[in-house]
Structures are given as structure tokens and as C-alpha cells.
């Protein structure tokens, strides 16, 4: 007898993050934390990351085919343009299924996210035990009235929107399921590893910064993972996939020097000899750490850490509400070249300060004097730093936004148009500059420090870009460029001149050809 089983089949995509000929390399994370339950549950779960399905749309449509749902996960920007390629092809040959947005910027804007025509139901916020009801209650045709944390059309295309969920801890999930992607292919080469992958131990941030998404979204919670559990999970993952270092890419790792302690400890203890980078954390807070804690983490194999320097102006800090100063960030930089801790650094710069748009473009020159005085400072005492520069864009509900608004900031507002949001400084060289209060030529110039200058600052570049060419020639060929760019890079630093930018623009035209990019 022939019975028509239930289908148990769920489709996942990563849309390309920048463009499609910038894949990003880490494992989809988003997608395997909110397959957590349903992999223990029995579901098939399907993960298309465009990194390793070339024809991403073709395969999702292949596999909506008989699945209870398709799930999107995007960002803010350009992934937002190529998911909803993938859902219009998915709506075109399956109309019925389901399809189902989450991740921060349908987080951020849930209500104008559900109303595109290939949106049926947003998930805000965190996903793992949402997206779970959420199949179960599809699958069995049941009423999504009482899930939290969705926003959905009824079947008369009646928009409804269900309460928040409250944040629940990672103790009580089961482990990230990596067996459902092809791990091999998402172990990213790092300053501290040729096989690396991604890894979350928290989620949310308790902190205020002004810009930032964390206060729209979890509303200033965090929760984490217990310090044990992580290293634990960390240890079979190693042993499992043969991996030599762990990218943590939680918002907020550091919040605890105890927990901090405890993982370390333990890492230790269970023997795991693994590196542990990228890992975000407040410079006051590190900075205030005891020695012994930063020579445990040190022993437990942690190698670079990714701090929010933000501006080298005490003003600016307190008016980003970063709950910092200068001096933090110096004294985390001391205790990093100590210990050799590699810092990854971020500064934000262009912030619209004062309604009169010319004091604007004045304020940001300033800014960007004293940001580049203070990252010339921390070269000095730690040269292993690779400094980032970011401009400033706001999002809505963030302080600043209306402000932004009146100043002239072009504002989308419905879902589709969001993808050209430019939020990734490389933006600033091919399309115009969304922010009035920044000039295009202050765009161009915080870009070119970015990408090009810090670059060649940065000791570890040559090795990372080149980490897996074989060929010796090629690479001394390489070499050879390296270092003459670098030499260059080093007189423009030296006098902070960054004027005629011939050297720049032939660098970009080899990066892009050479494939290295
Ligand atoms: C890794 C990362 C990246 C990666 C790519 C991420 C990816 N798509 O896989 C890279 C390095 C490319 C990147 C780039 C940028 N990023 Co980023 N990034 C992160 C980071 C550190 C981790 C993301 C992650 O995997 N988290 C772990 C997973 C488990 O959590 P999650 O993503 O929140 O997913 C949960 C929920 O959102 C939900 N969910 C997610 N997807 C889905 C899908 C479905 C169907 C469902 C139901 C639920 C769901 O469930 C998940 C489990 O709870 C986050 C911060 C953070 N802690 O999340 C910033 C973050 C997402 N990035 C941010 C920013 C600002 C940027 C940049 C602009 C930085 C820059 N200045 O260049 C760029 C450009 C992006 C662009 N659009 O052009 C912002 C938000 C931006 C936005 N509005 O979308 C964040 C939040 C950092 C911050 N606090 O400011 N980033
Ligand atoms: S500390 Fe980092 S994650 Fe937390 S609010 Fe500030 S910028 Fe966002």
C-alpha cells in the first residue's frame, strides 16, 4: 500500500552577502542555529549557500519542490536583492510553499518586510525555537496564532503580528548541526589558522552604543552558552572536522571575566589545543581583565580579538554612547602586544553632528585626524592590529535616524529596496554617497585608508591573501608587488597623505584581476 507521508523537508538559503562576485566563506550559521531542533526532530533540512551551490537558484527551486517551507536569511544590502530572486523563482514554479524571511534586517523592520508580495512570514528576532513551532505548526496545517516571534498574512493576505519572544538560553538548544553542510568547503583560512570555522557561544548585547542594531533588535539582553558547554562543543568539532582554530562571532563574548576564565580553563583542561579568534569584545571591559585571566586565555590558545575602537576623540565616544574612552583602547593594546592577542579594530567615522552640513563635513575631517592619531598610537605599541574604518549609516529606530532623514538621507521604504542600502565602505566607489553629512571625497578617502592603506599596515595581509597558493614563483612574483606597494603605503602613512591616489586606483585593478581579492 502506498501512503502519502507527511513531508518533513525544509529548505534553506544564504543569499550572497555583498555581491555575486564576493562570497562570503563562513559556514551559514543563521541557518544551521535555527535547525537545531528540527534535525533532532527527524526533518531533512536543506542549506544552499551560493559559496557552494554555483546555481543557487535552480537548486532551491529543485528542492522547494516538496518542502514545508523555504527560509531566507538576510542582512541589510544586497542580500535582500538576490534572496528575493531566489523567492520569485520559487513562487513562480511552487506558489504554495511557504516562504519564510529571518535574520537581522527583517528583524530590524519586520512590518515592512511582510508586506512584499514574496514574503509570507517574517521571524524577528532570535530564530532556533521560533522557526521550530513555526514548521511544526505549517507541516500539520495548524493556525500560527500563538507562535511568538512571527509576523505572517493569514490566508485572506490579513497581515498579523504575533508578541515578541523572549530570549532563551543556548544551554537549551541542541548542538549546532554542521553535518548538514559540507564543512570542508566553508574553513576559511585566518592570521591564526588554515582551517577555520565559524561558531557562536552567545547571542544579543546589553550595551547602548548608538548605532548599533543589538538595542533594536534584543533589546539590550544577552544570554550565553555555558563557558564549559562551548569548549566542549568546540573540542568534538575539532576532532570531527580536523579543524585548527574557531572564528566566535558572537556580538559580545567577553561580557564575563569569569566565563571568560571558565572556557579558557577549560579548553585547557579538556586538552583541546585549538585558536580561537575574531572574537568581539568592549575595550574597557578587556582592558580591565586581570594578567592572569589574559594568560589563561592566552594558554587556552585565544589569537585575535575584534574590538569596537570606534574614535580616537573622547567627544565622539560619548556621543556614540560607547561607554569608553581613548585610554581603554590604549591600555587593551598594551595588554595584546604582551601577550601577542592580533587585534582587529574598527573605527566609525561620518557621523551627522550638527544640522549644517558643511560643520558636518568639518566635524569629519576632525574625527578622522584624531581616529588616524590614535590608530598611528596603537601601531606604535602593538604593529599586529588590522585597523577597519566603516561610515556611518543609521537605521531606523537608531537615535539618529530621523535626524539623518531631515538632513537629506534618502530612506527606502519598502522591503526590495533596502538591498542598495550602502553599508559596506567599498560602496563608496561605485554608486553615489547616501550620506549628505559626508562628501564623496571624504567617502573615497576613509575608503582607500580602509582597504588599501590598512592593508599593507597590517603584517599579516601578505601571508593571509597568500595563504593558499602553491606555487613559489607566483607567490615571490607576489612578493615582489607586496612589497613595493607596502613601501609606498608606509610614505603615505608617515606623513598621513593620501592625496593623488594613482597607487590605489592600479591596486585595485590588480586585485581585481589577480583573483586575490
Ligand atoms: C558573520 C557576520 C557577517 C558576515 C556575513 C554574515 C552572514 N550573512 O552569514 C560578513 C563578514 C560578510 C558580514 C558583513 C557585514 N556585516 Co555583519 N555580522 C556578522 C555577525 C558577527 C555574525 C552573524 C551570525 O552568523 N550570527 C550567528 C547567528 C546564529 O545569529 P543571527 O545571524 O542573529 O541569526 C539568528 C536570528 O537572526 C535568526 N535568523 C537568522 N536568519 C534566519 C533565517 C530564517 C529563515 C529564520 C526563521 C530565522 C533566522 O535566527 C538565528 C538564530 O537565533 C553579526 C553579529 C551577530 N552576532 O550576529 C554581524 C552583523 C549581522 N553585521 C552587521 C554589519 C553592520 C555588517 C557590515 C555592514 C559591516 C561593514 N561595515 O562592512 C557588513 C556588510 C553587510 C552587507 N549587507 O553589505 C550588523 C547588522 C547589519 C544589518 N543591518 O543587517 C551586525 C548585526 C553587527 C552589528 N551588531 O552591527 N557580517
Ligand atoms: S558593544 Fe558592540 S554589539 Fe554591543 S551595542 Fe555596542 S556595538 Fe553593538
Redesign the pocket.
Known amino acids: 500500500m502506498i501512503t502519502n507521508k507527511p513531508k518533513k523537508k525544509i529548505v534553506?538559503v544564504?543569499p550572497h552577502?555583498?555581491s555575486k562576485t564576493r562570497p562570503?566563506s563562513?559556514a551559514?550559521?543563521?541557518?544551521l542555529?535555527?535547525s537545531r531542533f528540527l534535525v533532532k526532530d527527524g526533518y531533512t533540512v536543506k542549506i544552499i549557500d551560493p559559496l557552494v551551490n554555483k546555481d543557487y537558484i535552480a537548486a532551491t527551486v529543485k528542492e522547494a519542490k516538496d518542502a514545508v517551507c523555504v527560509?531566507?536569511?538576510v542582512?541589510?544590502?544586497?542580500?535582500i536583492y538576490d534572496g528575493l530572486q531566489i523567492a520569485r523563482a520559487v513562487r513562480k514554479k511552487y506558489p504554495k510553499v511557504p516562504l519564510?524571511?529571518?535574520?537581522?534586517?527583517p528583524?530590524?523592520l519586520p512590518h515592512e518586510t511582510i508586506k512584499d508580495e514574496l514574503v509570507d512570514i517574517v521571524?524577528y528576532?532570535?530564530?532556533?525555537r521560533?522557526?521550530t513551532e513555526l514548521v511544526k505548526a505549517l507541516k500539520s496545517k495548524k493556525s500560527l496564532k500563538n507562535i511568538l516571534g512571527v509576523i505572517y498574512k493569514d490566508k485572506r493576505g490579513k497581515i498579523i503580528e504575533n508578541a515578541p519572544r523572549p530570549i532563551e538560553s543556548l544551554d537549551n538548544f541542541p548542538p549546532v548541526p554542521y553535518h548538514l553542510i559540507d564543512v570542508e568547503k566553508f574553513l576559511a583560512p585566518q592570521e591564526y589558522g588554515q582551517r577555520s570555522l565559524?561558531y557562536?557561544t552567545s547571542?544579543g548585547c546589553p550595551h547602548r552604543c548608538l548605532f548599533?542594531?543589538?538595542q533594536i533588535v534584543n533589546k539590550r539582553r544577552w544570554v550565553g552558552l555555558s563557558p564549559e558547554k562551548a569548549a566542549e562543543e568546540i573540542a568534538e568539532l575539532k576532532q570531527k572536522y580536523n579543524i585548527d582554530s574557531i572564528q566566535i562571532?558572537?556580538?559580545n563574548f567577553f561580557i564575563s571575566e569569569e566565563r571568560s576564565r571558565r572556557f579558557a580553563k577549560k579548553l585547557i583542561e579538556l586538552n583541546v589545543n585549538i585558536k580561537w579568534g575574531n572574537v568581539n569584545g568592549r575595550t574597557r571591559q578587556m582592558s580591565q581583565y586581570s594578567d592572569d585571566t589574559w594568560k589563561l586565555m592566552k594558554d587556552s590558545g585565544l589569537a585575535c580579538i575584534l574590538i569596537g575602537s570606534e574614535s580616537g576623540n573622547n567627544n565622539t565616544l560619548a556621543y556614540m554612547q560607547k561607554d569608553i574612552t581613548v585610554s581603554d583602547t590604549i591600555k587593551l593594546t598594551k595588554i595584546c602586544a604582551k601577550y601577542d592577542v592580533k587585534i582587529l579594530s574598527s573605527f566609525l567615522v561620518g557621523f551627522p553632528r550638527s544640522k549644517n552640513l558643511n560643520r558636518c563635513h568639518k566635524i569629519t575631517d576632525k574625527e578622522l585626524t584624531s581616529s588616524l592619531r590614535l590608530i598611528d598610537r596603537m601601531f606604535k605599541i602593538y604593529p599586529r592590529i588590522r585597523q577597519m574604518f566603516?561610515l556611518y549609516l543609521p537605521?531606523p529606530s537608531t537615535a539618529l535616524f530621523e535626524q539623518s532623514r531631515q538632513m537629506g538621507l534618502e530612506i527606502p521604504d519598502k522591503f526590495e529596496d533596502w538591498h542598495e542600502y550602502l553599508?559596506?565602505?567599498e560602496d563608496a566607489s561605485k554608486m553615489k554617497v547616501r550620506q549628505t553629512w559626508v562628501t564623496r571625497k571624504q567617502a573615497k578617502k576613509i575608503l582607500m585608508i580602509s582597504i588599501y592603506i590598512f592593508f599593507f599596515k597590517d603584517p599579516d595581509s601578505f601571508g593571509l591573501v597568500t595563504a593558499r597558493i602553491k606555487n613559489i614563483f607566483y607567490k615571490g612574483f607576489l612578493y615582489l608587488g607586496f612589497r613595493s606597494f607596502k613601501a609606498l603605503v608606509d610614505l603615505r602613512w608617515k606623513f598621513k597623505y593620501f592625496g593623488l591616489p594613482l597607487d590605489f586606483a592600479f591596486y585595485n585593478v590588480l586585485r581585481k584581476y589577480s583573483g586575490l581579492g
Not at 519564510?100 to 534586517?105: A, N, P, Q, R, S
Open positions: 534553506l544564504r552577502v555583498f562570503y563562513g551559514p550559521l543563521a541557518l542555529a535555527i527560509g531566507f536569511s542582512l541589510t544590502g544586497y542580500s519564510v524571511w529571518g535574520g537581522w534586517h528583524s530590524i521571524v528576532g532570535q530564530g532556533e521560533t522557526f565559524v557562536y547571542y548599533c542594531v543589538e562571532i558572537d556580538s566603516a537605521y553599508i559596506a565602505a
